[in-house]
């Protein structure tokens, strides 16, 4: 369908609201961000862990956080990555959303400072720590489909399949199996909009950590990504850490870093505030 000249019209008009948008979002983030963690920085005391985990390679786990709690996942072999999918203890149909989480803070780069927001406007998880920044938020995780065209006929473990199994542990099913995010994904794109995959942003013993900002249930997959080139199945085992993390401050760089990540903490405070009464 080729657009009229009044639909062009529009779009270029949209476009330009668009830019305008976020060049006044972009211009009013008080706090800029950090760099990555170091890989041997950020240590937990042993007095914090709450619960320790090992997803085998090609599985998936679950956990109900409260919030306050922290989770650690770390990328031992440089060579996996995970999906994430989460929703409100309260109310499982508030989930994360993807989208949002990309517009609202007008950025698909995922690293320490930003958030991670439900379809409520409201805040999941604060990314409080993280080494690599290598996080894909565009192209979503693996299914039936896309594992038999990089693999083969061979049976192999997906995150699709691996979610619909997680809600059902959750007391939750397919229905409520939403676009996920994936971490240690290095996905970027380039200049004509394509996807391209740089390993090299991922190493050994890389690891993020999100600071639960509300009740929240939350279902991780260890399995390849789409768009890694390897045409060998193999993934690795990935570890997960619970903790209790230091409480947050007022001047907490998750809940200042933007106009809009204020904004989505207050709509987290409203949230509390009714639940208290």
């Known amino acids: 369908m080729i657009p009229t000249t009044e639909q062009r019209a529009e779009i270029e008009a949209n476009k330009k609201r ?3 948008l976020k060049a006044a ?3 009013q983030a008080p706090r800029a961000l950090p760099g990555p963690t170091a890989r041997d920085g950020a240590p937990i005391a042993e007095r914090a862990i709450l619960a320790r985990e090992t997803i085998p390679g090609g599985w998936y786990w679950t956990i109900r956080l409260a919030r306050g709690d922290a989770l650690r996942i770390v990328n031992r072999s440089g060579h996996s990555s995970v999906s994430l ?3 409100s203890s309260a109310d499982p149909s508030e989930r994360l959303n993807h989208a949002d989480t990309i517009k609202v803070q007008w950025t698909a780069s995922l690293r320490k400072g930003r958030v991670i927001l439900s379809d409520m406007g409201r805040v999941l ?3 409080i ?3 690599s920044g290598a996080h894909d938020t565009l192209a979503g995780g693996s299914n039936a489909a896309t594992n038999k065209a990089r693999y083969g006929s061979v049976a192999t473990r997906n995150t699709r399949d691996n979610f619909i199994l997680a809600a059902g542990k959750l007391g939750l099913d397919r229905r409520d199996v939403m676009p996920c995010i994936s971490f240690f994904a290095p996905v970027s794109v380039d200049a004509a909009g394509r996807f391209a995959w740089d390993a090299g ?3 050994a013993g890389d690891f993020i950590d999100l600071r639960a900002e509300m009740d929240v249930l939350v279902a991780l997959s ?3 990504h789409p768009l890694d080139p390897a045409t060998v199945y193999a993934p690795q085992p990935v570890d997960v850490i619970c903790y209790a993390p230091e409480p947050a401050g007022a001047d907490d760089l ?3 870093a933007s106009a809009e990540a204020i904004r989505a903490f207050e709509n987290n405070a409203r949230l509390s505030n009714r639940a208290a009464r």
């Open 25 to 27: 979002g972009q211009g």
């Open 125 to 127: 998880f604060s990314m």
């Open 129 to 131: 720590e993280d080494t």
């Open 254 to 256: 998750c809940r200042t």
């Open 18 to 20: 668009y830019e305008e």
């Open 85 to 87: 999918l989460a929703w």
């Open 201 to 203: 942003r991922c190493s």
């Open 222 to 224: 260890n399995c390849p």
